[in-house]
């Protein structure tokens, strides 16, 4: 399962980079502030991973704890600088490994 996780991860980067690329690039971008909250169905979403970023954080910490997994801090790092799909794959991937 470790390498699916990996290949996960890498996706995970990759793809939503293919789009986040593609808006920093487009020089009449609108402000990020007015796309990520300018209707309420992308404030929903927002909320809505918001919210499972704070879970997912809270749970990884205490499982990293449980479990002795080190590196945990690249976790929260993934979620803000990539998102939940790198970080809950490149998690499962540290766990998966730590076990072997």
Do not use: K
Request: proline content about 5%.
């Amino acid at each position: 399962m470790r390498y699916v996780y990996a290949l996960l991860a890498v996706i995970g980067t990759v793809l939503p980079w293919v789009y986040f690329g593609s808006y920093f690039a487009d020089a009449q971008r609108e402000p990020f502030a007015e796309v990520m909250l300018g209707s309420p169905l992308m404030t929903g979403f927002v909320a809505d991973l918001s919210i499972s970023i704070v879970a997912w954080l809270i749970w990884s910490f205490f499982d990293a704890r449980a479990n002795r997994i080190r590196g945990w801090w690249l976790t929260p790092v993934a979620s803000v600088t990539v998102g939940l799909s790198l970080a809950l794959p490149l998690y499962l991937w540290m766990r998966e490994t730590a076990r072997d």
